[in-house]
């Protein structure tokens, strides 16, 4: 297998390390393989969208989820470092509103699985990072919804001194009892 599998305390969010092979050239890492992906985390998924971003040290991008067409996300760092953050929207879970946070940078190699029914963000701890995800649903702006970063009921702490830098929709985002949730 390609992965190193490490359960976190939500269910089903899972941390995936990928085998690396180094030598004095440096390192090889197969960064995604379906086959190994799909026996890794137990499900059949398909990945219809990639997208990267670049972000500044202090920036934080969430929460974000869909209401409707749910995104799963496979995320990772492939310069820098951030502090990643998943929060349980399923109100059916043990763990709904629940966190876990993950360091995920070009270093460690890690990856998170998050399956749909979650929110997703992350705070950027590096002079700046660039940040990859797969996708299993497009995004469809008209269903994204954006959970407060800081919301007292959650109690995320994010390794941040001050305020970190938001976009607007993230700065006016719904706490836990507002937000839509699901099932």
């Known amino acids: 297998?390609?992965?190193?599998?490490?359960?976190?305390?939500?269910?089903?969010?899972?941390?995936?390390?990928?085998?690396?092979?180094?030598?004095?050239?440096?390192?090889?890492?197969?960064?995604?393989?379906?086959?190994?992906?799909?026996?890794?985390?137990?499900?059949?998924?398909?990945?219809?969208?990639?997208?990267?971003?670049?972000?500044?040290?202090?920036?934080?991008?969430?929460?974000?989820?869909?209401?409707?067409?749910?995104?799963?996300?496979?995320?990772?760092?492939?310069?820098?470092?951030?502090?990643?953050?998943t929060v349980d929207l399923r109100r059916s879970s043990p763990t709904f509103g629940n966190w876990v946070g993950v360091i995920l940078s070009s270093e460690n190699h890690r990856q998170l699985w998050i399956p749909p029914g979650f929110a997703h963000g992350f705070l950027v701890t590096s002079d700046t990072a660039e940040f990859l995800y797969k996708t299993t649903d497009y995004w469809f702006p008209e269903y994204e919804r954006s959970l407060l970063w800081n919301d007292p009921a959650i109690g995320i702490n994010w390794p941040i001194i001050g305020s970190p830098?938001?976009?607007?929709?993230?700065?006016?985002?719904?706490?836990?009892?507002?937000?839509?949730?699901f099932c």
């Open 1 to 85: 297998m390609a992965y190193t599998v490490t359960e976190t305390e939500l269910l089903q969010v899972l941390i995936l390390e990928p085998k690396i092979f180094r030598d004095n050239r440096g390192f090889f890492l197969e960064s995604f393989n379906q086959r190994d992906f799909q026996q890794a985390i137990g499900l059949d998924v398909t990945f219809v969208q990639d997208n990267h971003s670049k972000s500044t040290q202090g920036v934080l991008r969430g929460l974000h989820y869909q209401i409707q067409h749910p995104q799963g996300k496979l995320v990772r760092v492939t310069q820098g470092s951030v502090f990643d953050v």
């Open 165 to 181: 830098i938001l976009a607007r929709k993230d700065a006016v985002a719904k706490t836990l009892d507002q937000a839509e949730s």
